[in-house]
């Protein structure tokens, strides 16, 4: 498939054996946003059209993680952390202080660098995401939304509301062959957190925090939300209409207006 005609550049942190790809859109001036792709489909590419319009008036980064897309590792080494690697990232590019911004299982690692290098992150945005928490109450909870027979079923039903299947064929099928190229073959498994999240550690968090998902999220409905903006201090919560588990997909200007608003006041 072809890159969408939005500018952009790109490069590589080689560092060891590993070879972090990353796409840099926009201009720099303001505080950047890096944005975080989920676990089980997608990379950097998935972004670019969110990434676009984010990056108006201010440069935004996305990379993509161990195991997806063009980012390349030696099988041999030692498993690091996602919040290790976007740190590396930003020194790298020697930004200081930015946004960071995590989808689903990129939320996990977006509440991992909160608590581990609070002191580099402006603001942090957790959409559509179950936070990687590891309470057993929540735990279990998770095994009543999604059951075999949920897990069953195909990746497009699980995270594509039915209004936008139904509204928009062309979109669905462009999710669908994005999700089943961007996991790469063989890739090793999910990279370790750095802390053991439960609610009881979200609560320590001090950096602004926007919660979001969609109305017809079946991973993360609009309860899980709440049950989240009440461990995190001050936290903001938008509930998007008619969209599901992939929020920034579905309903792109409601994301992106969410975002650089809530960015701006920080």
Same mark, same amino acid.
């Given at each position: 498939?072809?890159?969408?005609?939005?500018?952009?550049?790109?490069?590589?942190?080689?560092?060891?054996?590993?070879?972090?790809?990353?796409?840099?859109?926009?201009?720099?001036?303001?505080?950047?946003?890096l944005v975080m792709h989920g676990a089980n489909y997608f990379d950097s590419?998935?972004?670019?059209?969110?990434?676009?319009?984010?990056?108006?008036?201010?440069?935004?980064?996305?990379?993509?993680?161990r195991g997806w897309g063009r980012t390349t590792v030696d099988p041999n080494?030692?498993?690091?952390?996602?919040?290790?690697?976007?740190?590396?990232?930003?020194?790298?590019?020697?930004?200081?202080?930015?946004?960071?911004?995590?989808?689903?299982?990129?939320?996990?690692?977006?509440?991992?660098?909160?608590?581990?290098?609070?002191?580099?992150?402006r603001s942090i945005v957790v959409a559509n995401s179950i936070g990687g928490?590891?309470?057993?109450?929540?735990?279990?909870?998770?095994?009543?939304?999604?059951? %075999? @027979?949920? =897990?069953?079923?195909?990746? +497009?039903?699980?995270?594509? #509301?039915?209004?936008?299947? $139904?509204?928009? %064929? @062309?979109? =669905?099928?462009?999710?669908? +062959?994005?999700?089943?190229? #961007?996991?790469?073959?063989? $890739?090793?498994?999910?990279?370790?957190?750095?802390?053991?999240?439960?609610?009881?550690?979200?609560?320590?968090?001090?950096?602004?925090?926007?919660?979001?998902?969609?109305?017809?999220?079946?991973?993360?409905?609009?309860?899980?939300?709440?049950?989240?903006?009440?461990?995190?201090?001050?936290?903001?919560?938008?509930?998007?209409?008619?969209?599901?588990?992939?929020?920034?997909?579905?309903?792109?200007?409601?994301?992106?207006?969410?975002?650089?608003?809530?960015?701006?006041?920080?």
């Amino acid at each position: 498939m072809a890159l969408p005609n939005v500018p952009h550049e790109t490069g590589r942190l080689n560092s060891g054996d590993v070879s972090i790809f990353y796409r840099s859109f926009g201009s720099k001036g303001r505080a950047p946003i890096l944005v975080m792709h989920g676990a089980n489909y997608f990379d950097s590419y998935d972004w670019i059209g969110v990434a676009g319009a984010l990056a108006r008036d201010r440069q935004v980064i996305a990379f993509d993680r161990r195991g997806w897309g063009r980012t390349t590792v030696d099988p041999n080494t030692p498993a690091a952390s996602a919040a290790d690697d976007l740190i590396a990232l930003m020194d790298f590019l020697h930004i200081d202080r930015f946004h960071l911004v995590g989808t689903a299982a990129g939320g996990f690692v977006t509440f991992d660098a909160a608590l581990s290098y609070p002191q580099r992150l402006r603001s942090i945005v957790v959409a559509n995401s179950i936070g990687g928490v590891q309470d057993e109450d929540f735990v279990a909870l998770g095994r009543v939304l999604r059951p %075999p @027979e949920f =897990t069953a079923m195909p990746a +497009e039903v699980r995270e594509v #509301s039915p209004s936008y299947r $139904a509204g928009n %064929p @062309e979109g =669905t099928r462009k999710w669908i +062959e994005l999700e089943k190229l #961007s996991r790469q073959t063989g $890739a090793p498994p999910a990279q370790p957190l750095k802390n053991r999240i439960t609610f009881a550690l979200l609560e320590s968090i001090r950096v602004p925090t926007l919660l979001l998902t969609g109305d017809a999220d079946m991973f993360a409905p609009p309860p899980v939300l709440k049950m989240f903006a009440r461990h995190i201090r001050h936290a903001e919560t938008v509930i998007v209409p008619e969209a599901g588990h992939s929020t920034y997909w579905e309903q792109p200007d409601v994301f992106n207006r969410a975002v650089l608003d809530f960015v701006k006041k920080h």
